[in-house]
Nanobody
């Protein structure tokens, strides 16, 4: 059992950057593979990025590869999503998620058991 709380969302102009944070409760943070997902208006929730339990391996959706970076701080029980060169298509509610499953390069939503409440990211052109 883990509880997740995202923060760091907001409004930014195209080309700008934001860093999202997700704080996990409990004492077993290192047991969870962490991921970020997002859902834009009228669209299905999609996977954005994943980081392994130890933080040594990461993967990204093609749409954000090269622009976004996922990382985790074990001491702070926190996972981050650094988003650079944002564009309007990045506008969405971003969700932090956790799973006890080991790292998977391209995970599915159903593989994640715990979800945060989401944080809104709005990118204007």
């Amino acid at each position: 059992q883990v509880q997740l709380v995202e923060s760091g969302g907001g409004s930014v102009q195209a080309g700008g950057s934001l860093r999202l944070s997700c704080v996990a409760s409990g004492r077993t943070f290192s047991s969870y593979t962490m991921g970020w997902f997002r859902q834009a208006p009228g669209k299905e929730r999609e996977w954005v990025a994943t980081i392994s339990r130890g933080g040594s391996v990461t993967s990204y959706a093609d749409s954000v590869k090269g622009r976004f970076s996922i990382s985790r701080d074990m001491a702070k029980n926190t996972v981050y999503l650094q988003m650079n060169r944002l564009n309007p298509e990045d506008t969405a509610v971003y969700y932090c998620a956790a799973t006890r499953r080991p790292y998977a390069q391209q995970p599915k939503q159903s593989e994640y058991d715990y979800w945060g409440q989401g944080t809104q990211v709005t990118v204007s052109s």
